[in-house]
């Protein structure tokens, strides 16, 4: 990183000084070594350093009749562009507030006038050394961060994908079922989004909390996969001990992904949500629900978002036992359950995105 060294490209110094003799003087004396670049007053100087490319180091005089060498520095290291560039005062004022006030400003050196030339040369030979390593480990950071948040984006899309893998096993069992994951994962969303500043809600639906619903929402039944085709397949009602056995498939689902979690051998959050909706999303605001019976706030909150969004959803969607209802018909289905199976400003958050539920529901049609 020898600024002097042959076969590398010359570092570009900048002066600024008002004088013709000193502008010509610093030229001469840096000439060999580097680029040299000269502006005769300040603005010139700050044209210049926000040129492409900027340059190395600014040699920068103080007095100077447009504005001085304080200002001009001050305006560098307010600009992003500018900020890193060393600027090394070189100026007859030789007063220690001089100096304190130019150093407090963001310069790296001070020189006072008139100069030795070997002293001037080697610190600026010091700075530029020292630029070169932190524009080397700037470099280095960015990088390293960017490689960061690309592996991050890789990890992030193998837990999106085998996510909904898990999710589609338990679904493909049920070939009726075709979008159903999809649309309930939206809906979840779009119910958190309107609820989250809700009093009563808002310090649980933060941004990133309804990231981590719509993540697990897919999951909420995983259980299915403990079922027996026998009874998840069959085309009419289900007997007394048959419903006994499909109501299993929430306990099933949440000892599924807490056997996950505790072989991955530490806490997800998103797994967190996915246990509760996986469940509690057959409970009802009345505590006549499964598998637990609990009631009102007692059921997860990730739950009763999801007790919705799958009732809205097997409502407006063909079974073997059912016909497709209309919306209309759904909407007010799940109106009457308000204060019964579902938390009723749940329910009220559902009436005022219920537009929305329809388009979504038409988007993700199973027949697409």
């Given at each position: ?19 013709p003799?000193n ?43 447009d ?19 060393p600027?090394?005062?070189l ?22 006038k ?38 991050t ?24 079922t ?37 993540k ?33 498939h ?9 056997e ?12 967190s ?59 007010r ?36």
């Amino acid at each position: 990183m020898d600024a002097a060294s042959p076969g590398l490209t010359k570092p570009t110094v900048l002066v600024v000084d008002d004088t013709p003799d000193n502008l010509s003087l610093m030229s001469a004396l840096l000439k060999d070594l580097y680029k040299v670049k000269v502006a005769n007053h300040g603005e010139r100087g700050l044209r210049i350093a926000n040129s492409d490319p900027p340059p190395d180091l600014i040699l920068l005089d103080i007095m100077m009749p447009d504005i001085d060498g304080y200002e001009v520095c001050a305006r560098l290291k307010a600009e992003p562009r500018t900020r890193d560039i060393p600027v090394i005062f070189l100026t007859a004022r030789s007063e220690v507030e001089d100096e304190t006030r130019g150093l407090e400003l963001g310069a790296a050196d001070y020189i006072t006038k008139p100069i030795s030339p070997p002293i001037v040369l080697a610190r600026v030979h010091a700075h530029l050394t020292l630029k070169a390593h932190a524009d080397f480990l700037r470099d280095k950071s960015a990088y390293l961060q960017a490689e960061v948040a690309k592996r991050t984006a890789e990890v992030q899309a193998i837990q999106d994908v085998t996510i909904m893998a898990m999710a589609s096993l338990a679904e493909t069992r049920d070939n009726e079922t075709g979008a159903h994951i999809r649309r309930t994962q939206l809906y979840v969303r779009r119910l958190a989004e309107q609820l989250k500043d809700h009093p009563r809600f808002s310090g649980d639906l933060t941004e990133r909390t309804i990231e981590l619903l719509y993540k697990s929402a897919p999951l909420h039944d995983i259980g299915k996969v403990g079922i027996p085709d026998e009874i998840l397949l069959k085309p009419g009602k289900l007997t007394p001990e048959e419903f006994e056995v499909m109501k299993t498939h929430t306990t099933l689902g949440h000892a599924a992904i807490s056997e996950a979690e505790q072989r991955l051998g530490m806490k997800v959050d998103f797994l967190s949500l996915a246990k509760e909706i996986a469940l509690s999303h057959q409970e009802k605001w009345d505590g006549s629900g499964y598998p637990q019976a609990l009631a009102g706030e007692a059921i997860p909150l990730s739950a009763r978002l999801m007790a919705l969004a799958d009732v809205y959803d097997a409502l407006i969607s063909k079974r073997v036992y059912k016909p497709a209802f209309p919306h209309e018909e759904a909407v007010r289905i799940v109106v009457e359950g308000r204060g019964k199976h579902f938390d009723p400003d749940v329910v009220d958050a559902f009436l005022a995105v219920a537009e929305d539920f329809r388009q979504i529901a038409a988007t993700h049609r199973d027949d697409n």
